[in-house]
Antibody
Framework: QVTLKESGPVLVKPTETLTLTCTVS??????????VSWIRQPPGKALEWLAH???????SYSTSLKSRLTISKDTSKSQVVLTMTNMDPVDTATYYC????????????WGQGTLVTVSS | SYVLTQPPSVSVAPGQTARITCGGN??????VHWYQQKPGQAPVLVVY???DRPSGIPERFSGSNSGNTATLTISRVEAGDEADYYC????????????FGGGTKLTVL
């Protein structure tokens, strides 16, 4: 079955760089019909899409955060990595990775999420 | 950038019908997806491509999309439907990014 699992630090300091890894199973990152996005949710707030990587390695980024984000993948390891620079307390959130279908752009499978707190 | 507007809250009695709207400029031309999120859990896709249901989602969940408004309809509401609901589209007009609505808290009275 399809699963996604996020991993990374639970606590980062302001100005540090966050690196999160999404490990997928049940599908291949080389499958042309799907890709993987990162989405976050601050406590008590709405979902916010961050970035997406397609099977052909094409990338899309949130306009408001583009300068701080980098998304990449290692198909052989079934992993998608997100880095976010210059972390701030407002970046405290649960970070999810999710699979997205190419045709309709729906998120059909989600990871459980990982809570990242930004604090000194 | 493209904006999706949802009411912050909707309340409905058990057994009644809940309708949650998602407003956006000419949203009827886009494919709209809906997610249910219960406290402490990841979102779950409940309606995709305006009105289709993934396997395992009850027929009570349906959707429509026309003009500037998409609607998620939940018939015969149950206590277990109490959750936050989010609409989502892919904006390919300029920014090429996913957009979520602000979410609607469904309360079952």
């Amino acid at each position: 079955q399809v699963t996604l699992k996020e991993s990374g630090p639970v606590l980062v300091k302001p100005t540090e760089t966050l690196t999160l890894t999404c490990t997928v199973s049940g599908f291949s990152l080389s499958n042309a019909r799907m890709g993987v996005s990162w989405i976050r949710q601050p406590p008590g707030k709405a979902l916010e899409w961050l970035a997406h990587i397609f099977s052909n390695d094409e990338k899309s980024y949130s306009t408001s955060l583009k300068s701080r984000l980098t998304i990449s993948k290692d198909t052989s390891k079934s992993q998608v990595v997100l880095t976010m620079t210059n972390m701030d307390p407002v970046d405290t959130a649960t970070y999810y990775c999710a699979r997205m279908g190419l045709e309709l752009r729906e998120f059909d499978y989600w990871g459980q999420g990982t809570l990242v707190t930004v604090s000194s | 950038s493209y904006v999706l507007t949802q009411p912050p809250s909707v309340s409905v009695a058990p057994g009644q019908t809940a309708r949650i709207t998602c407003g956006g400029n000419n949203i009827g031309s886009k494919s709209v997806h809906w997610y249910q999120q219960k406290p402490g859990q990841a979102p779950v896709l409940v309606v995709y491509d305006d009105s289709d249901r993934p396997s395992g989602i009850p027929e009570r969940f349906s959707g429509s999309n026309s003009g500037n408004t998409a609607t998620l309809t939940i018939s015969r509401v149950e206590a277990g439907d109490e959750a936050d609901y989010y609409c989502q589209v892919w904006d390919s007009s300029s920014d090429h990014q996913a957009v979520f609505g602000g979410g609607t808290k469904l309360t079952v009275l």
